[in-house]
C-alpha cells in the first residue's frame, strides 16, 4: 500500500538568495489570481488543455516565469476550485418556505461564488527534479527562481527519517515570519494490513471529560485527561477577550498570533496521543474509532461561557493522525457506528438510555450489575464492533425502552 506524507523543511538562504525568493513567490501568486479572474470571467468551463492553450504564453512573458512554473499556476489554480466546488457541493444552501415553513436544500456549484478565489499568501509549486533537486551530495538542496537556480542550505533532520524506499514529490515553498520551508511531498511503499494477522483490536472512545478512552483485548482501559486541556483553552478565551475589548492594531497582531499558538499547541497534543498509541501495540493492530460525522455535542446543556471549549476540539484531526501513523507500520484505522456506544451493555448488548447517568458519568445496568464509567463502556463497545468487523458479522441496534 502507499502512503503520502508532507515533510517540512526548513531553509536556510542568504540575502540575495532570500531576494529571488521572495520575487520568485511574488510573480507566481500575482500569475495565479490573474489566472484565477480569467477563469471565473469565462464560467469555470476552461479545461486544463484550454488553459494551458491561451495563457502559457501570457503567463511567462507577463510574470517572467520558467516552463515548468507556468504549468504549476494552471494547475494550482485548478486545484483551488476543485477544492472550493467540493466544499460547496458538502454545504447546500438552506432557506425556509415563507408559505408552508418548510425547509429546502439547494446544492451549490462554482456558479455561487460572486467574486474569483484570491491567492493573497506568496508561494509556489516547485515541481521534483523540474524546479528543485538534491545537490552536493544532498548536502544543499536546488531551488529553480525567475532570476536563476539556486543552492541554498537545509534542515535535514526530517528527511533523515524517512525509509530509503521513499519518493519524493512536488514540493510547495512558503514563507511564515522571515523564515522559509519547503513542503516536500512523499509517496512510500508500507505494509499492508492483513485481517488474519491481527496482533491487538483497540477500541477508542473520543469525548471532552477524557480526549480518548481506550480498550484493548486483554481489558486494559487507558485515559487521556481533557481538563488540563480545557483549563488551557479557557485562558487562551479569556485572553482573546481582553484583546478583543481593545480593538487596537497591536491588539488585532496579538489576537492572530494566539490563534495560531493555540493551533500549533492543539496539533501537538494530537499527534502525541497518536504516537503513543501506534507505539503501544505496534504493527497488525486494528484501531477502532466511532464515526462522528454529522455527530454534535450537546452544548445546550453547557454553560454559555463555556461551549467554545466544548464544541472546538479537533477531533478529526487527531482521526488523520492516527491514520497515517497506523498505516506506516502495517496497522489500520476504522470508523463505525457511534450510535449508542455509551447506552449499550458490553456483557448482554441489551440498549438502554436510562442505563447511562449523564450527570455522574457512570453507566449501570441493574439486571446484570454491569457499573463502569461511561466513556469506557463507549471505548469497549466500539472495540466490540471492531471484533465484529474482522468477523465479517453484520451490527444491528435494536433500543430498549
Not at 202 to 219: A, H, K, M, P
Request: glycine share 4%; aromatic share 10%.
Amino acid at each position: 500500500m502507499l502512503q503520502t506524507l508532507t515533510v517540512k523543511v526548513r531553509l536556510y538562504p542568504d540575502m540575495k538568495q532570500k531576494m529571488f525568493l521572495d520575487q520568485t513567490m511574488e510573480q507566481y501568486r500575482a500569475a495565479c489570481t490573474w489566472l484565477s479572474q480569467c477563469y471565473f470571467d469565462n464560467n469555470f468551463t476552461d479545461s486544463q488543455r484550454n488553459l494551458h492553450d491561451k495563457y502559457y504564453k501570457v503567463l511567462r512573458i507577463k510574470f517572467m516565469l520558467k516552463s515548468q512554473m507556468a504549468e504549476s499556476v494552471i494547475k494550482t489554480v485548478l486545484a483551488r476550485y476543485k477544492t472550493v466546488a467540493t466544499q460547496l457541493r458538502q454545504k447546500p444552501y438552506r432557506y425556509q418556505d415563507c408559505n408552508t415553513k418548510k425547509w429546502y436544500s439547494v446544492s451549490r456549484t462554482l456558479t455561487w461564488l460572486q467574486k474569483p478565489i484570491m491567492f493573497k499568501r506568496p508561494q509556489i509549486d516547485l515541481v521534483a527534479t523540474r524546479d528543485w533537486s538534491f545537490a552536493n551530495q544532498r548536502k544543499q538542496l536546488s531551488l529553480n527562481t525567475i532570476k536563476s537556480r539556486i543552492k541554498l542550505n537545509f534542515d535535514d533532520s526530517q528527511l533523515t527519517k524517512l525509509s530509503s524506499n521513499i519518493k519524493l514529490g512536488t514540493a510547495k515553498l512558503v514563507k511564515l515570519k522571515e523564515c522559509y520551508f519547503l513542503h516536500i511531498s512523499t509517496t512510500e511503499t508500507v505494509p499492508d494490513f492483513v485481517n488474519n494477522h491481527v496482533k491487538h483490536v483497540v477500541g477508542i472512545d473520543r469525548g471532552l471529560r477524557f480526549l480518548i478512552t481506550s480498550y484493548d483485548e486483554q481489558g486494559k482501559t487507558r485515559f487521556v485527561s481533557g481538563k488540563q486541556v480545557l483549563r488551557k483553552r479557557r485562558k487562551f478565551k479569556k485572553l482573546r477577550q481582553q484583546l478583543q475589548s481593545k480593538n487596537t492594531k497591536s491588539a488585532k497582531r496579538r489576537l492572530k498570533q494566539i490563534g495560531q499558538r493555540e493551533n500549533r499547541w492543539m496539533t501537538d497534543i494530537n499527534h502525541r496521543i497518536s504516537k503513543t498509541l501506534v507505539e503501544q501495540y505496534g504493527n497488525q493492530t486494528l484501531f477502532v474509532m466511532e464515526d462522528l460525522t454529522g455527530v454534535r455535542f450537546a452544548t445546550e446543556k453547557v454553560v454559555k461561557t463555556r461551549r467554545y471549549e466544548a464544541v472546538s476540539w479537533s477531533f478529526y484531526q487527531l482521526e488523520q493522525f492516527l491514520n497515517y501513523k497506523a498505516n506506516r507500520i502495517g496497522s489500520k484505522l476504522i470508523n463505525v457506528d457511534a450510535h449508542y456506544t455509551s447506552q449499550r451493555d458490553p456483557k448482554t448488548g441489551e440498549i438502554n438510555k436510562n442505563f447511562r447517568n449523564h450527570d455522574k458519568h457512570e453507566f449501570y445496568n441493574p439486571v446484570t450489575g454491569t457499573r463502569s464509567n461511561d466513556d469506557r463502556i463507549g471505548a469497549m463497545n466500539i472495540y466490540e464492533l471492531g471484533k465484529r468487523y474482522l468477523d465479517n458479522e453484520p451490527v444491528t441496534f435494536v433500543e430498549t425502552v
